[in-house]
């Protein structure tokens, strides 16, 4: 069967199971929208391409499926890249499809011609130049399928406009299955072997537990053993933060509970985290006298930056439930009693009065059916310290790249693709005002997004840093005036409300949470506040900030 290349283009997308895209068009990507005008696949006419790549990335975090973008060549595919860095560094799958000049004019310097498969290189899985029309079908499904098998990444597709215009014969095609890799016996035994002589042995669930849908096998080991067990950002949501045996986020705004038990610590079971920097702290004493055991998928992250006792880069479901069927619970009494005496998720935040929002919405999202996603600062870290998320998919947070502007687009494609989910945004104001415009995107298509800016009209976490490293020396950390998010809202024909109290913020989030349509919420928050605990910059795990006035 004979077709144009878009119309490859837009089978495979049906062919892999896509039901939306995000994308923004131009010159070199319209023979492609003009084959998506005949399909069944939701297209999403986003208010900038950086909106596009965050709501793919948004809507596979929500979903677990692989997010798609478009854009056209030039300033279209550029505007993608700050979010693929971001489903680059956080291990999300995304498909990015780019238009480009026609092969002829390929380095030419042609009207918006970039070489985005080199600029993109560092930051994607893999990308693709298509060049030959007859390649283009089995490139598309490769993209698709390199996304999402073993560690999760983005991969990016760059079409030029004529293999898009060209007629390609085309034929329905499976690539062959991807093998998983099994955990070897000798390093199975030698876990189960290490975790029974442990006399202080913690879990830190990372992220990749998420990813690979390990979540229960997490869950149950860690309740047969009835070992403690601490999270990185992206592992949150892992295990219910209502269970007993989850002690809270751990790193440099960990909760001290979180932070003390891993410091002492006698074995470590990391299972799908890279030891970031800002989970380990200082590394060099970080594994002193310990025995860590290593779980990922990637086996480049075993040794990168930890060095572990024993590293398994395999499967990270059956490696979880060889090491359970094989362990048997020991008494951990003195050391559940040590990790008790230290301040609990509620109790380390000193007098500080921004946490209490936080608080004051747990009983207002508990067992809903909802979704949280942030932007980058002060209010993420409140929410990760203060929030309890039950499930996982339940948060999604830009970790690695820590980008502002994440969350409303985020949002935006977490509810698309979770319709029945209520989606909740959290932003400061510094990053609203970099993708607040995909607010218009939201009431266009009425997605019930609540989107909440928490305004202390600056730069918080950059006030706080600047305490602590620089003498209190602030400069660019204060905006010169005051922005009504709410008006910003009503602008967009987007009801919302201003609030002051904790009070009347889970009020009018349980409020928004019943209607049917997005709503914004401002809420007032004290430019003074910190976030504690902060480990010194540098320091140990354990070593934490003084703040002083």
Known sequence: MQMTGAEVMV??????????????????????YDALRESEIQHILVAHEQGAAHAADGFARASGKVGVCVATSGPGATNL??????????SIPVVAITGQVPTVMIGRDAFQEVDITGIAMPITKHNFLVKDPA???????????????????PVLVDVPRDVQTALI???????????????????????????????RPVMLIGGGVISADAEYDAMHLCEKLHIPVVSTLMGLGAISAYRKLFLGMTGLHGHERANNAVKEADLILAVGTRFNDRVTGERKTYNENKVIIHLDIDPAELDKNIFSTIGISANMNKTLQLIEAGSEPHNLDAWWERIESWPSMDEDFGDEAAPEFFKALNPVIKDKDYIITTDVGQHQMWAAQHLRIQFARQWITSGGLGTMGFGLPAAMGAQLARPKSRVISLSGDGGFKMTGSELFTIASYKLP??????????????????????????????????????????????KGEHVTTPEGFAAAVEKA?????????????????????????????????????
Not at 170 to 199: C, F, N, Q, R, T
Request: charged share 20%; aromatic share 10%; hydrophobic share 45%.
């Open 11 to 32: 089978r495979c997308l049906a062919e892999e199971g896509v039901s939306t895209v995000f994308g923004y068009p131009g010159g070199a990507i319209l023979p492609f």
């Open 449 to 494: 997004v609540t989107a909440i800016v928490f305004n202390n009209s600056g730069l918080g976490m950059i006030r706080q840093l600047q305490t602590v490293s620089f003498a209190k020396r602030f400069t660019a950390c204060e905006f010169p005036g005051y922005v009504d998010f709410v008006k910003y809202g009503e602008a967009f024909g987007v």
């Open 169 to 199: 014969d085309y034929a329905e095609g499976v690539l062959p299955p991807v093998p998983e890799d099994v955990p070897a016996e000798s390093d199975i035994a030698a876990a189960i072997a290490a975790i029974s002589k442990a006399e």
């Open 81 to 90: 890249i700050t979010g693929l860095a971001t489903a680059f560094l956080d």
């Open 135 to 153: 390649q283009l079908a089995q490139t598309i499904r490769l993209a698709f399928q390199m996304a999402k098998t073993g560690r999760p990444g």
């Open 513 to 549: 949470m019943e209607m049917d349509e997005p709503y914004i919420i401002e809420v007032t928050v004290d430019p003074k506040n910190m976030v504690l605990p902060m480990v010194v910059p540098g320091a140990g795990i354990g070593d934490y900030v003084k703040f002083t006035e």
